[in-house]
Every structure is written in C-alpha cells, then in structure tokens.
C-alpha cells in the first residue's frame, strides 16, 4: 500500500503555538521521509527530512518524531509565526519516487 | 547556486494540442522527477530520470512522456491535451536518488482550454 495519509486537513493556531501535523504510513520499505512547505504560487520547499532509524530529528523550530513501530511520523512548529502560515506536506520516499500526503493548511493567526 | 528552473511559468493550451515543459536542475544533480499537483489529486508522481535513463514512472497513461538529456536537463511532453490535464507540473532534482534531499522548481502552471 502506498500511501501516506496526512491529517488534519487544515489547522489554524494562534501566534506562539505549536501547530502538530500527522502522517501515517503502511509500506515498511519506505526509507526516507520529508515534510516540504508550499506557499501560494511556489513550489514545495524542503523543510526537514528523517530516516527511519532515528526517532527524532530538530531543525530551528521544526522538529519530525518518527515511530517506526507505529508507522508515523509527525511534524511539530515552535512558536508559531504568521509567516509559517502556508500548506504543509509529507511525503515517504521509495523506489526513487515521493509519496506525498494530501497537504495541511496552517493559518497562524497574530 | 542556482535553484531549479522551469520553464515556461504559465502555459494556456487548447485541447489535442500538446506541450513540451523544460527542467534544468540544480547544478551537480543528476536525478530529475516530475510531479502533477492539482487540487484533488494533490501531488501525484510521472517519471524520475537518472543519467538520461527514466527509473521509474507513476500511472499515467502513455500521453504523458519525458527525457533527460546528458547535460541533466529534462523535459516532458504531454499529447493530445485533455481538460484534466491542467494542473501545475513540478520537477524536483537531487543528487542521486530521491531519498536524498529533493529540490523542487516553480513549476510550470498548465491550463487546458
């Protein structure tokens, strides 16, 4: 099964919360997965990426959590700000293709 | 160093038309992939190109077909257009597989008439 199904669809936090977008995976052979953010008329921008043999993974106020044994990985934003608002993705890598996630929406609100 | 670029940004074509989308990817970068986004499919896979050699291709019919040329740069060609196939059309490039850091272009925003 390859898919990655991503939740919530939308998100909407104020300024300083810590908005957590889930995904969720079926395909073990799945070895590599990064978030990307997209804003309005760009394309996805490489955010963060994780492998799955390590749980956690921070950059800056990005942080993934992966759990392997429970097939998902989840992307968690520090202190939010109005310009992180934009569509989030997940995506899971195999046999040189992304698998994306169906996209969040996050709205951070001043 | 430069990003990726696609050409050309926008595209307005009439149905059974067909196009030719361009792809240079970043310099170095040897493996190039083409995605379709659309609101309802969101992100959807095409191909991936490796050394002039397609690896793998998404389900698509046969009217969607790509290259890569030695230089890195691809290019994908869409025949006989069709309503559904507007959508905006993404190349990613990475260094060698796409479960290493993958870079994605502007895109090339595909309307269908």
């Known amino acids: 099964q390859q898919q990655v199904k991503q939740s919530p669809q939308s998100l909407i936090v104020q300024k300083g919360g810590i908005p957590i977008i889930n995904c969720a995976y079926e395909?073990?052979?799945?070895?590599?997965f990064p978030w990307y953010q997209q804003f309005p008329g760009k394309g996805p921008a490489l955010l963060i990426a994780?492998?799955?043999?390590?749980s956690e993974k921070k950059e800056g106020r990005f942080t993934i959590s992966f759990n392997k044994s429970a097939k998902q990985f989840s992307l968690h934003i520090m202190d939010s700000q109005p310009g992180d608002s934009a569509t989030y993705f997940c995506?899971?890598?195999?046999?040189?293709?992304?698998?994306f996630g169906k996209g969040t929406k996050l709205t951070v609100n001043p | 160093k430069a990003g990726v670029t696609q050409t050309p940004r926008y595209l307005i074509k009439t149905r059974g038309q067909q196009v030719t989308l361009s792809c240079s990817p970043i310099?170095?970068?040897?493996?190039v992939s083409w995605y379709q986004q659309t609101p309802g499919q969101g992100l959807q896979f095409l191909f991936e190109?490796?050394?002039?050699?397609?690896?793998n291709k998404g389900n698509f019919p046969g009217r969607f077909s790509g290259r890569q040329f030695s230089n890195s740069r691809s290019e994908m060609n869409v025949s006989t257009l069709e309503l559904g196939d507007s959508a905006l059309y993404l190349c990613?490039?990475?260094?060698?597989?796409?479960?290493?850091?993958?870079?994605f272009g502007q895109g090339t925003r595909l309307t269908v008439v």
């Open positions: 990613a490039s990475s260094l060698n597989t796409l479960n290493t850091e993958a870079f």
């Open positions: 395909n073990t052979a799945f070895d590599y």
């Open positions: 994780i492998r799955p043999d390590v």
């Open positions: 995506a899971a890598s195999i046999e040189e293709k992304l698998v």
């Open positions: 310099s170095g970068h040897r493996s």
């Open positions: 190109y490796f050394s002039e050699t397609q690896r």
